[in-house]
């Protein structure tokens, strides 16, 4: 089964760039058919789907996040990176990352992120 760990600082300056890594275990990142997410949820706030980067390596990004996110893969490290840059405190909440294969979905346990000075 695979398994997710989400990692990176849990304090980021504003205007700074976050930066996150999910290490996959029990599968490859080019195992077929997977869709490396992620999703965020911030305070008060439903989840949200930053993008996502599949198997064969497309990159997918939310329109409204778009021009701050950048989704990649080592495929050595069988690992998936997400940045986010220029952050606000707005940006703080827990970060996700999450597997989508055939119908199912494999959750981390998520890293909490602050943006704060």
């Known amino acids: 089964q695979v398994q997710l760990q989400e990692s990176g600082p849990v304090l980021v300056k504003p205007s700074q760039t976050l930066s996150l890594t999910c290490t996959v275990s029990?599968?490859?990142?080019?195992?077929?058919?997977?869709?490396w997410i992620w999703i965020r949820q911030s305070p008060g706030k439903g989840l949200e789907c930053l993008g996502a980067i599949s198997w064969r390596g497309s990159i997918f990004y939310s329109p409204s996040l778009k021009s701050r996110t950048s989704i990649s893969r080592d495929t050595s490290k069988n690992q998936v990176t997400l940045q986010l840059s220029s952050v606000t405190p707005e940006d703080t909440g827990n970060y996700y990352c999450n597997a989508a294969h055939a119908g199912l979905n494999y959750w981390g346990q998520g890293t909490q992120v602050t943006v704060s000075s």
């Open positions: 029990g599968g490859s990142v080019t195992a077929a058919p997977y869709y």
